[in-house]
């Protein structure tokens, strides 16, 4: 079977391999579609992620969904907890002492035909979800725990900091979850265009901080509820903050390059303010196959591209420069 691995910065490799074979409580999937994640394009761009480095020719994906042996269409959380460690037992599955996770450190990922998946984390798909709709269920579930973390109510306002692929599932979630006013900034044009028509009310070009006027006059000078930060930019960092009322929240769910977050100090303590941080998610799959079967959010849209199991690096070049939103990987 074909298989992609990074060998180290920029380098992805075809290779010939042996078929994996399932173990106790495993299943063996064909895969169809893989995601390129941002975290993915920090693996491919600087051979690590954070303090996690590249250990041995690592398969990356782990926005996946496919076929198990038995013709069932799935999709898959790259995420296996252990279910009974201390964290696991209080109910954050996301922050799991042996936690398992497609594509990092040991475990290899989903750029391959076929791979083997614990069966408590495979999910079947109903046939109205195409494969790379499935493969979208990842970045929805981190949207969707992310969105928790608010504890946004009807009426709110919000800032989204970053209008990716992450950035505009946030924006979904949060109208549905009642926001009635979603201000949503980006640097690039296309980006912050497909945030207006996916639900911001007030769409802002981030250019250096002049967006934060915008910002305040669009809030009558009083911020937003919660700001949810999905770039981890430095800049959208600082907007985060800029933007978020007194008494407010920062949600940060960006990956930073330098493996930093830094922000004002004296404005983030006047204002009280709660800063959350985003470990992957929750049991979100269950919710995010609902969302979309139900047409209540839109995937579909996000997916600008897509390349052959072949032609990865072409992908993950694409990726890196952000042409698009959501580049897809069909294996
Ligand atoms: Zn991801
Ligand atoms: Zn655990």
Redesign the pocket.
């Given at each position: 079977m074909k298989s992609v691995r990074l060998h180290g910065t920029g380098d992805l490799q075809v290779h010939d391999e042996e078929m994996p074979v399932a173990g106790d409580g495993e299943k063996l999937i064909r895969v169809k579609s893989v995601?390129v994640?941002?975290?993915?394009l920090h693996w491919f761009s600087e051979g690590s992620i954070g303090d996690a480095k590249l250990e041995h020719p690592l398969v990356l994906g782990?926005?996946f969904a496919g076929v198990t042996e038995d013709g069932q269409r799935v999709a898959i959380d790259?995420a296996i907890p252990c279910g009974h460690c201390e964290f696991c037992e209080q109910g954050h599955p996301n922050l799991c002492s042996n936690l398992i996770f497609a594509g990092h450190g040991k475990t290899d990922g989903s750029l391959r035909e076929w791979m083997t998946w614990h069966e408590k984390s495979i999910f079947p798909i109903p046939d109205s979800l195409s494969f790379d709709d499935a493969a979208m269920l990842?970045?929805l579930g981190?949207a969707i725990h992310t969105v928790d973390l608010g504890k946004l109510r009807p009426g709110m306002t919000v800032g989204v900091f970053g209008c990716g692929p992450?950035g505009l599932l946030i924006i979904q979630m949060a109208k549905l979850s009642g926001a009635s006013n979603i201000i949503a900034t980006d640097k690039l044009p296309h980006r912050l265009e497909a945030g207006r028509s996916l639900g911001a009310t007030h769409a802002f070009l981030a250019q250096g901080g002049q967006e934060l006027e915008e910002i305040r006059s669009a809030t009558s000078g009083r911020g937003v509820h919660v700001s949810f930060e999905a770039s981890g930019a430095p800049d959208a960092v600082d907007m985060a903050f800029a933007s978020v009322s007194v008494g407010g929240k920062v949600i940060l769910a960006g990956i930073p390059d330098e493996d930093k977050t830094s922000f004002t100090a004296s404005v983030a303590r006047r204002k009280g303010l709660t800063i959350k941080l985003v470990r992957?998610m929750k049991h979100t799959y269950p919710r995010a196959i609902d969302l979309v079967s139900k047409g209540l959010v839109d995937v579909r849209s996000i997916v600008t591209h897509r390349f052959p199991l072949d032609r990865a690096v072409e992908a993950f070049r694409v990726a890196e420069r952000r042409e698009g939103l959501k580049i897809i990987i069909e294996v």
């Open positions: 995601g994640c941002g975290s993915d782990h926005e790259p990842e970045p981190v992450i992957r």
